[in-house]
Nanobody
Framework: QLQLVESGGGLVQPGGSLRLSCAAS????????IGWFRQAPGKEREGVSC????????KYANSVRGRFTISRDNAKNTVYLQMNSLEPEDTAVYYC???????????????WGQGTQVTVSS
């Protein structure tokens, strides 16, 4: 069974930080590009960040660049999204996904996690 499981979401005040984790079971992430996407109620799903298999290259949405950092530990079969200086606009369900192309567009990703809720509010 191929699964991606996100964790680490929660409620945080503006300016706070969270670290999301994406763990794989049934397969190894070291064969995939990994992306983070998010979707707020009533809005389209948008790409947040993605990372190459080796972790040597990353992409970020303009809205999160400088605040979020994506990383991966292939030995732990896990990808992370460190989110700093969080803003209310970051509130969304965050999904990790695995694909074969280094493009921050959801149609290039075929395996998806269930999502974890991130709420930024005072």
């Amino acid at each position: 069974q191929l699964q991606l499981v996100e964790s680490g979401g929660g409620l945080v005040q503006p300016g706070g930080s969270l670290r999301l984790s994406c763990a794989a079971s049934g397969f190894t992430l070291d064969g995939y590009i990994i992306g983070w996407f998010r979707q707020a109620p009533g809005k389209e799903r948008e790409g947040v960040s993605c990372i190459t298999i080796s972790g040597g290259l990353t992409k970020y949405a303009n809205s999160v660049r400088g605040r979020f950092t994506i990383s991966r530990d292939n030995a732990k079969n896990t990808v992370y999204l460190q989110m700093n200086s969080l803003e209310p606009e970051d509130t969304a369900v965050y999904y990790c996904a695995a694909g074969g192309t280094f493009v921050l567009a959801e149609n290039y990703y075929h395996y998806w996690g269930q999502g974890t809720q991130v709420t930024v509010s005072s």
